[in-house]
């Protein structure tokens, strides 16, 4: 019930292109949901997060979509560029337990000129 | 500002070995984590703190494993004795108060154990 599934495991884009990572998790307690860049020797960085009051949200170019029914969230990258190359992680906690994030297993995006 | 501080950044030691970890959190920030990543089981919470006190370790793997936060501004995570399945990337991150995820987890300490 803690699982978080992320796919596709890899993805190849297009300059300009958009780029679509999707997640899905069991746990229905689940009430916060980031989405995590991490750059070759990095640490993950947030990107952008959501939780379950809204179906959407847009920063910049990235937007996540919620269904909470379906219990699915993805995110969408628009125009995408070659500096966007890195993996992407979704994750979701449930915050009134405090902050334990159960990660999905990664999207490794390269975005070709 | 200063974001998460680690040390080592790299630490490379044989079986058996104690193996010391260190962290840094953000000025301010009262809640702090451990995390590992491998290839094969991705990002994995060890252990948070909150004040400086322990609020769920079950992700700490054995008893090899501890973690210690002193004070608000330094946690350690030790490991004894190391084993070759302890070779992944450790990382540290840091939140004020209790919700939500962090922004940055640090630079991570790359530990290999041969």
């Known amino acids: 019930q803690q699982q978080v599934k992320q796919s596709p495991q890899s993805l190849i884009v297009q300059k300009g292109g958009i780029s679509i990572i999707n997640c899905a998790y069991e746990n229905t307690a689940f009430d916060y949901f980031p989405w995590y860049q991490q750059f070759p020797g990095k640490g993950p960085a947030l990107l952008i997060a959501i939780r379950p009051d809204v179906s959407e949200k847009k920063e910049g170019r990235f937007t996540i979509s919620f269904n909470k029914s379906a219990k699915q969230f993805s995110l969408h990258i628009m125009d995408s560029q070659p500096g966007d190359s890195a993996t992407y992680f979704c994750?979701?906690?449930?915050?009134?337990?405090?902050?334990?994030?159960?990660f999905g297993e990664g999207t490794q995006l390269t975005v070709n000129p | 500002d200063a974001g998460v501080i680690q040390s080592p950044r790299h630490e490379v030691t044989e079986m058996g070995q104690e193996v010391t970890l260190r962290c840094k959190p953000i000025?301010?920030?009262?809640?702090l984590f451990w995390y590992r990543q491998t290839m094969m089981r991705g990002l994995e919470l060890l252990i948070y703190f909150n004040n400086n006190v322990p609020i769920d370790d079950s992700g700490m793997p054995e008893d090899r494993f501890s973690a210690k936060m002193p004070n608000a501004s330094f946690s350690t995570l030790k490991i004894q004795p190391s084993e070759p399945r302890d070779s992944a990337v450790y990382f540290c991150a840091s939140i004020p108060g209790l919700a939500g995820g962090p922004k940055f987890f640090g630079p991570g300490t790359r530990l290999t154990v041969l």
């Open positions: 994750a979701a906690s449930k915050e009134t337990s405090g902050s334990r994030l159960t």
């Open positions: 000025s301010g920030h009262n809640s």
